[in-house]
C-alpha cells in the first residue's frame, strides 16, 4: 500500500524557523510535493522535489532522500499568516496521482 | 481571473437527492481532477480525466459520475446522496501527467449531507 506519514499539529513562534518532516512508503516514486492550505481554501502549490537535496525558494525550503524516504518543509522568518496546514504528497511509481498525507496543521504564535 | 473555478461553493442537500458540481479551467491543461477532502482532511484522488477520457478511477461509488464534454470542464454527478459523502470536494487540473506538473485546484464546494 501507501502511506504518507507527518505530523498531525505543530506551534512555532513568529520570526523562528520550523521543519515539518514527511515520511512515505511507497510503490515507486515519481516526485514529492508539497502544498499549502489555509483553514477554507484550496491547497496552493509550495515545492516540488524529485531528486536529492534541497531546493530553496524564498522563505521556505524542502529537502529530499529517495533512500530513506523522507522529506522535509523548511519554513524561515515565520510569519502569523504561515498558520495553515502543509500538505506532502507523493506520486508512486506508474501512477498519474498524488497520494496526499494527512497534513500539518501549523500554529504561528506572537 | 480563477483558473480553477467550481460551483457551487457550498451545497446543502438532503440524502437521496442527486446532485452536481461543475468545474471550468481557463489554464489550457489537459488533464482534470476530483479530489475529496474528508473531516479529517485526508486528499484522496477521485478521478482524473486527460483530453476528455477517464485514466482514473479510484474505486469510488459508482453513484459519482464523473463528466468531460470537453478538456476545460470536469463536472461530478453524485446520484442518492449519503450522509457519508458529506466533504469537500475539489476540482485540480494539470498540464500533462501529473509527474513535474504543479496540479492547481479549485476554491473547493462544501456539501453537506443531511
Known amino acids: 500500500g501507501q502511506n504518507i506519514d507527518q505530523p498531525t499539529e505543530m506551534t512555532a513562534t513568529e520570526g523562528a524557523i520550523v521543519q515539518i518532516n514527511c515520511t512515505y512508503q511507497?510503490?515507486?516514486?515519481?516526485?514529492l510535493f508539497w502544498y499549502q492550505q489555509h483553514a477554507g481554501e484550496a491547497p496552493t502549490f509550495l515545492s516540488y522535489n524529485v531528486l536529492d537535496g534541497l531546493e530553496e525558494k524564498g522563505r521556505f525550503s524542502s529537502f529530499l532522500s529517495r533512500s530513506k524516504g523522507y522529506s522535509y518543509l523548511l519554513l524561515k522568518e515565520l510569519q502569523m499568516k504561515d498558520s495553515a496546514s502543509y500538505l506532502c504528497a507523493v506520486i508512486p511509481g506508474g501512477y498519474n496521482k498524488l497520494i496526499f498525507g494527512a497534513g500539518t496543521r501549523l500554529a504561528v504564535h506572537p | 481571473d480563477t483558473a480553477v473555478s467550481q460551483t457551487p461553493k457550498y451545497l446543502v442537500t438532503q440524502m437521496g437527492n442527486d446532485k452536481s458540481i461543475k468545474c471550468e479551467q481557463n489554464l489550457g491543461h489537459d488533464t482534470m481532477y476530483w479530489y475529496k477532502q474528508d473531516s479529517k482532511k485526508f486528499l484522496k484522488i477521485m478521478f482524473s480525466?486527460?483530453?476528455?477520457?477517464?485514466?482514473i478511477n479510484e474505486t469510488v461509488p459508482n453513484r459519482f459520475s464523473p463528466k468531460s464534454p470537453d478538456k476545460a470542464h470536469l463536472n461530478l454527478h453524485i446520484n442518492s446522496l449519503e450522509l457519508g459523502d458529506s466533504a469537500v470536494y475539489f476540482c485540480?487540473?494539470?498540464?500533462?501527467?501529473?509527474?513535474?506538473?504543479?496540479?492547481?485546484f479549485g476554491e473547493g464546494s462544501w456539501l453537506t449531507v443531511v
Open positions: 480525466y486527460n483530453n476528455k477520457e477517464l485514466i
Open positions: 511507497t510503490s515507486g516514486f515519481n516526485g
Open positions: 485540480a487540473s494539470s498540464s500533462g501527467t501529473v509527474s513535474g506538473n504543479t496540479i492547481y
